[in-house]
């Protein structure tokens, strides 16, 4: 008969091989493949692989096949830490690539070290062996040996921070669907952890540690199989925080065990050595792990705070605390599914409630739409539709009130419909909650509470607190409706501003067309005429197709590419395409002798729209005089654009001058001077202004020499 250790090994080898084939097979089967359910199935045949081998090396009786078959184990054993890593980044997450893409040096190492070891220094996992007093055999681990533990101590951490920052980003109905998958893996890294540690600590591993690591597996793999029993626990895409756990239970026990560890190993060093080390080990690692599985249970935090309320005196609420919550974490939400998504996972956890939906009223008061809810879906699916009776019989049960009520105790046709698409999760979980979500005597929602943890009756107390919650909901969702409307009006009124600017060029484009159809039979046989017709339809065209790319420049992106140039030629050369009027005078003074970075193309359009206000501004002046001059100030370089024409009021200059579709010409859509400005900044300058009624104007460009261009 084999021995125990033994049988234990190949048993947990075929249970992993069992899930990877299974699993694998189903995985291919599916149309939806993960990334997270190929992770799983080729970790499971890692530890397949490394069982088998540490099996026939505990079951070797000769020395060199023992020490073969365990060194191939290390090197199997040094390739779990970076596969478990990628599970854990993937697993129940909604944006797993691009948690992948952030870890992407990290899988490196994690898969690059145990090859370069495997490839280099595959003779230098083991130095030699020996017999123990007690004819125990014992492997003492040369610094290969002992890298491939380090990484398996440094993968177990790493991917039990990732499982708690998946658990903690679960709430409802989808912390108890993953909740069997964490504590299976996480009971298999602790094993490992504890394992590994002990044989980093003495620089060897005796097959006892194997046994720990065999019972690990078996344990683990009967709550995955529980985890996996529950219907979609794979499906589940659930977002984490980005951010790294500051206060993590993981690193935080992690932490208290090596220094526990490390302050006995020094202990027993100093005394003279005890052969029980290894147990008492064991028994601060099983302390620590109880003592945050009980702190992660919601049953004992939910019998705790009734400990407290009823022996202390204490509500299990309070008031303060949980408006402020509210206010706190759904003031940033703008949108309403996010709004809802998360009140319901605030209602979940405050109240221990695994199952919260919340249903928003839609198109006349007739149909609830589910905004969010913690769990995946409703059996009812997405929306109640409610007859006419039905949704005044619901109107008229909350109307002007806040308290809620137990939906299972009304008998009513739209409580039946509401029970409907709400079913229970699980049967002991007490009474089905509605809560309205009511603002100025309208009903703008419901909030449905069920699945309770053990089914716990909620308390008058906590009806109070729940219909508060329920008001401040209702008030939010008014508050960004309200606001969107807002926007909505906002976006319409410059819509129209827009479309006036527009129909006012295209009607008088039209209108220059319709005057030459209408003459084009009388005065076709002259020449004359058609060539001017001619002219002016292509006029006419061009005057369109500018009009057009005029207003596409106000949503396109802008884009710069600057290059060092002349300051003092490019202004001259870009003054050379446009020819100034006969009343307009133009004058350069041209002194920088400097070089700026700037895009000439973008940067000469701001130029030339400069120059040519300036002579429509001087309709009225004789003679017109444009003066144009470049300096050097401070440590930009100007460009000033200067006229005697009528000049601008200060309020225009403030309200006006700057903004789109705002114009004082009667030729103009309002954009030149928002779009120069745009311009201007995007070389990272400003662009000033100076004028008044009946002085004139100065406009003044400043480029910053050296500055990186804002996109």
């Not at 001058?657 to 030729?667: A, E, I």
């Amino acid at each position: 008969m084999l021995p125990l250790p033994v049988l234990l090994a190949f048993t947990s080898a075929g249970v992993c091989g069992l899930f990877a084939i299974v699993h694998g097979a189903l995985t291919l089967l599916r149309q939806r493949r993960s990334v997270a359910r190929w992770a799983f199935s080729g970790s499971m045949a890692i530890l397949c692989v490394e069982s088998i081998a540490a099996g026939l090396s505990t079951a070797a009786t000769d020395l060199n096949a023992f020490l073969y078959w365990h060194q191939f184990r290390l090197v199997a054993f040094s390739f779990l830490p970076g596969s478990w890593i990628v599970f854990s980044l993937c697993y129940a997450r909604g944006e797993n690539r691009g948690f992948l893409y952030r870890w992407r040096w990290s899988l490196a190492i994690a898969f690059a070290a145990p090859l370069f070891l495997a490839i280099f220094y595959g003779d230098g996992y083991i130095l030699f062996r020996q017999l123990r007093a007690d004819k125990e055999l014992v492997v003492l681990l040369g610094w290969p040996g002992q890298a491939t533990h380090f990484l398996m101590i440094l993968g177990s951490v790493l991917s039990l921070m990732n499982l708690e920052r998946t658990y903690r980003a679960a709430v409802g109905t989808m912390r108890w669907q993953v909740k069997y998958m964490l504590l299976g893996l996480g009971t298999l890294f602790i094993a490992r952890f504890y394992t590994s540690s002990q044989a980093l600590l003495y620089a060897n591993v005796h097959t006892g540690m194997d046994t720990i690591n065999s019972i690990g597996i078996i344990v683990s793999s009967l709550l995955i199989l529980r985890a996996l029993v529950r219907k979609g626990n794979f499906d589940i895409e659930l977002y984490p925080s980005h951010e790294v756990i500051s206060n993590s239970i993981t690193i935080l026990l992690a932490g208290i065990y090596l220094l526990a560890v490390g302050v006995l190993a020094k202990i027993v060093t100093l005394i003279g050595g005890d052969i029980a080390f290894p147990l008492k080990a064991l028994g601060v690692l099983v302390a620590l792990v109880l003592l945050a599985t009980l702190l992660q249970s919601d049953r004992f935090r939910l019998h705790l705070k009734q400990f407290v309320s009823r022996h202390f005196k204490r509500p299990m609420h309070d008031y303060r605390t949980v408006w402020k919550r509210f206010t706190e974490e759904t003031a940033s939400h703008v949108r309403q599914e996010e709004l809802c998504r998360s009140s319901a996972a605030l209602i979940s956890e405050i109240f221990e409630a695994l199952s919260v939906s919340i249903w928003v009223m839609e198109k006349n008061n007739r149909v609830l739409e589910l905004a969010a809810s913690t769990r995946l879906a409703p059996a009812g699916g997405d929306s109640i539709e409610l007859s006419k009776q039905e949704a005044e019989a619901l109107a008229e049960q909350f109307r002007g009130a806040i308290r809620p009520i137990e939906l299972d105790r009304v008998d009513e046709p739209w409580a039946k419909r509401i029970l409907e698409a709400n079913p229970k999760e699980f049967a002991h979980g007490g009474s089905r909650i509605g809560i309205p979500m009511t603002a100025r005597n309208s009903l703008l929602g419901l909030i449905v509470v069920s699945d309770r943890v053990d089914g716990i009756p909620f308390s008058e107390q906590e009806f109070d607190v729940l219909g508060s919650v329920g008001a401040h909901t209702a008030s939010n969702l008014l508050n960004r409706e309200l606001s969107n409307k807002l926007v909505e009006s906002k976006e319409l009124e410059a819509f129209q501003t827009m479309a006036a600017f527009f129909v006012h060029d295209l009607k008088n484009a039209a209108s220059t067309l319709n005057i030459m159809v209408k003459n084009l039979p009388k005065h076709w046989e002259n020449p004359d005429f058609r060539e001017d017709a001619l002219r002016g339809i292509s006029k006419t065209s061009e005057r369109i197709n500018d009009l057009i790319a005029r207003l596409g420049t106000v949503r396109a992106e802008l884009n710069i590419e600057t290059a060092p140039t002349a300051l003092d030629d490019f202004v001259a050369s870009t003054l050379e395409s446009w020819p100034p009027p006969e009343n307009v005078t133009l004058d350069t003074q041209l002194v920088s002798k400097v070089t700026a970075p700037i895009d000439k193309d973008q940067l000469g359009s701001v130029l030339l729209n400069l120059v040519i206000n300036a002579s429509e501004a001087m309709a009225g002046a004789e003679p017109g005089h444009i003066k144009v001059s470049t300096a050097l100030k401070d440590s930009s370089a100007t460009i000033e654009v200067r006229d005697n024409g009528c000049g601008m009021s200060h309020e225009f200059i403030q309200k006006r001058l700057f903004r789109p579709f705002q114009t004082t010409k009667q030729s103009g859509i309002g954009i030149g001077m928002f779009q120069s400005k745009m311009i201007v900044e995007a070389h990272g300058g400003s662009l000033e202004v100076d004028s008044a009624k009946g002085m004139g104007t100065r406009f003044t460009i400043l480029i910053p020499l050296e500055v990186e261009k804002k996109r």
